[in-house]
């Protein structure tokens, strides 16, 4: 016989703890610093200072060209592998001495005394847009105004002499 449903009832004084909430988004937050962490440690870098901070460290010109892909330490000290342009390895290999004092200066428990390059296209990183630039009134006597052509061609000259005007405060 199968069990009524007064027999599945529990008793009153023990309740039922709350079961978790379902289709409900938890907060990125909570897992971005240990999902972080734990790829910074795979790479070796307990510190992410070394990779957070590249541009600082080197300079904008060495950070374009190559960014660090793993810390590994040895006896003789510590390794960093850098992904670098093909074209910018030779350059960085012959500036390895400057860059381990800079980047030594910047670690405080970590001394790296080698860098290995690792050759391959970086992927480009997103830019700032520019602002426009302001544009000024073409003067009347200027020849773009005389011009006798298409309409499409003419705007086109018209806004190439508003932008090479300075504007008037």
Known sequence: ???SPKDKQQPRDEQPSPSPRRNRADAV???AVGVGSAAFARAGFSDPTLVLRWDDIVGPEIARIARPLRLSEGAS???LTLKAEPAAALFLQHETR???DRINGWLKHTQVTRLRFVQGPLADR????RPAPARGEVSPGDPVRGFEGTDGLKSALLGLAEARRPPKD
């Open 1 to 3: 016989m199968a069990p």
């Open 29 to 31: 937050s909570r897992d």
């Open 77 to 79: 000290g510590a390794v």
């Open 98 to 100: 400057v860059l381990c």
């Open 126 to 129: 997103p830019r700032s847009p």
